[in-house]
């Protein structure tokens, strides 16, 4: 079996359901996530849509508890997922690694040493705080600790929560679409969600487990473009793609379905679209199965980049390519056809 590392588990708490299980089912079966917000008054503002974690969208307490409530969350159904005995989290090199940008004055990096805390994990607990970025960095980061031999399991995720002062300073910027957002469609703008989700990456061979995914290769790189903008030919995201594909080994060709970031705002969905174009070129990128999350969980910010690893896992398994919720018509500059309704699909590489 391959030496890369493995993912044989994960858990969610998200917009669809908290738990893999209830996730999954409302995944498949195509449900949007984002309602009228209730958590806050909004009343003062042009949007009023947002995307809270399931059974939580009333809950007003400290933003701090609610990411700890669903880390935790997430992890234990994370551990469940992979059949790992919390006990063994005490005996094996365990690391945690954090994607969390909480916005104000809230500390982020006590959030995943209270994690580690309460599971019992005297490893490293690390915390990666880049935006919208900050949990793919944290999965990328955790596999390579196993792969330099820092770490034979590590908990890799995000966590965030929707704020007032989130939510008002995005409605500041204007890129808050007044509907639920539909990535990569003619209505412009995002919508801003919540939630939490880790993997469980283990060191091949560690245990008698059968992985559900390996993950080959990873890459990164920064736009230094704008404090709230995409370079607009996406020479940023084109590197980091660029660079996934050749730590995988894999080519363009391999790849068979892309998971987008696809916010739905202009600048973002154009960049991104720029940034395929110029690694798959036009003919390959035209036809390649590609979709976005955020019309069904909303722009959950730190959180956001691995329950989009998540929803990838889960359709992989499920043989289809992940819909993209709300798509109608295609814009200007934008993928022709991003995949509007599931669809079969014999899945080997993915890219998210």
Same mark, same amino acid.
């Given at each position: 079996m391959s030496d890369s590392p493995h993912i044989t588990g994960w858990g969610v708490a998200s917009p669809l359901g908290v738990g893999r299980r209830r996730f999954r089912a409302a995944l498949l079966r195509g449900r949007i996530g984002i309602a009228s917000v209730r958590r806050f008054d909004t009343s003062?503002?042009? *949007?009023?849509?947002? &995307?809270?974690?399931?059974? +939580?969208e009333s809950d007003d307490r400290d933003p701090t508890l609610l990411c700890h409530e669903f880390g935790m969350l997430a992890l234990r159904d994370a551990l469940d997922h992979a059949r790992l005995d919390p006990g063994r989290l005490r005996t094996t090199r365990v690391a945690l690694t954090l994607g969390a940008s909480l916005f104000g004055d809230h500390t982020t990096e006590s959030l995943a040493r209270n994690l580690t805390s309460e599971l019992g994990i005297s490893g490293p607990a690390i915390t990666i705080s880049t935006a919208c970025t900050s949990s793919t960095q944290a999965i990328g980061f955790g596999a390579e600790l196993i792969r330099e031999g820092f770490a034979d399991i590590v908990l890799a995720g995000g966590i965030d929560a929707l704020t007032p002062a989130l939510f008002a300073g995005f409605h500041a910027l204007g890129v808050l679409s007044e509907a639920p957002c539909t990535p990569f469609g003619s209505q412009m703008g995002t919508t801003l969600g919540e939630g939490a989700g880790f993997l469980v990456i283990e060191r091949a061979g560690l245990r008698d487990a059968d992985p559900y995914a390996l993950l080959r290769g990873y890459g990164l790189s920064g736009d230094a473009y704008h404090e709230t903008s995409p370079e607009p030919r996406g020479r940023g995201v084109a590197a980091?793609?660029?660079?996934?594909? $050749? #730590?995988?080994?894999?080519? $363009? *060709?391999?790849? @068979? +379905?892309?998971?987008?970031?696809?916010? @739905? *705002?202009?600048?973002? #969905? *154009? &960049?991104?679209?720029?940034?395929?174009?110029?690694?798959? @070129?036009?003919e390959l990128a035209g036809s390649l199965p590609l979709s976005s999350s955020k019309g069904h969980l909303g722009h959950a910010q730190s959180a956001a980049g691995v329950l989009e690893v998540i929803t990838t896992l889960e359709c992989m398994g499920a043989g289809l390519v992940p819909t993209t919720a709300g798509f109608e018509d295609p814009r200007p500059g934008g993928p022709p056809r991003p995949v509007g309704s599931k669809r079969p699909a014999p899945l080997s590489y993915e890219l998210a």
């Open positions: 003062a503002l042009s *949007t009023h849509v947002g &995307a809270m974690v399931a059974g +939580y980091a793609i660029r660079s996934a594909l $050749e #730590d995988a080994g894999a080519s $363009e *060709t391999e790849i @068979g +379905y892309l998971n987008a970031h696809g916010t @739905g *705002t202009v600048a973002n #969905d *154009t &960049a991104e679209w720029c940034a395929i174009q110029s690694v798959f @070129g036009s």
